[in-house]
């Protein structure tokens, strides 16, 4: 995979994945999946979370859900088409992912393969935006939500990327 992906740290300390070519515009149903032969390609991969030291594979079930899941299905407009860029950056996002939280496995529905319950990070991406004349004008940062399963094998898997929103805060200039 050929990416074009840094992480950026904020003086905040605050980081995001800084995607500097987009690839995919998230409109039509054959991008996404392109999307997903795409997202194959990371499956039995692994990417460490630096504040917590967790390893978390991507397994055969990600593609899918991130290509045809629900929330993908409700995004709209720049929302979807960051979605769609985070493709690039998966090994990124989950590097600098954040502000664990824990669930249970909301009525035994993914059995074996959320046994442990269901862990939520806050993750960011950064996308160009173009003028007219294809000129940089500036980054939007996205904030996504990310969905990791524990599974009966004892390994965190990847699931998805939720709620994908463009942070109100001034764009990277």
């Known amino acids: 995979m ?6 950026i740290t904020e003086p905040t300390g605050k980081r995001f994945a800084l995607i500097n070519d987009l690839r995919f515009k998230g409109k039509t149903k054959e991008e996404w999946k392109e999307i997903e032969v795409y997202l ?5 991969k692994y990417y460490e979370i630096s504040e917590t030291a967790e390893k978390i594979y991507i397994g055969k079930d990600f593609p899918d ?3 045809h899941g629900k929330d993908k299905t409700i995004l709209k407009g720049p929302n979807l088409k960051a979605k769609a860029n985070a493709a690039q ?48 004008q500036r980054y939007n940062i996205y904030k996504l939500r990310m969905l990791i399963r524990h599974d009966e094998d004892g390994k965190l898997y990847l699931y998805d990327f939720l709620r994908t929103k463009k942070e109100t805060s001034s764009p990277l200039e």
């Open 2 to 7: 050929s990416k074009n992906v840094t992480i």
């Open 40 to 44: 194959k390609e990371y499956i039995g």
């Open 65 to 67: 859900e991130f290509a």
């Open 89 to 136: 950056a998966v090994g990124e996002l989950i590097q600098i992912a954040e502000s664990k939280s824990a669930s249970e496995d909301f009525k035994g529905k993914h059995g074996v393969h959320a046994k442990y319950g269901w862990y939520r990070y806050d993750t960011r991406l950064a996308l160009p935006i173009y003028n007219d004349d294809g000129e940089l």
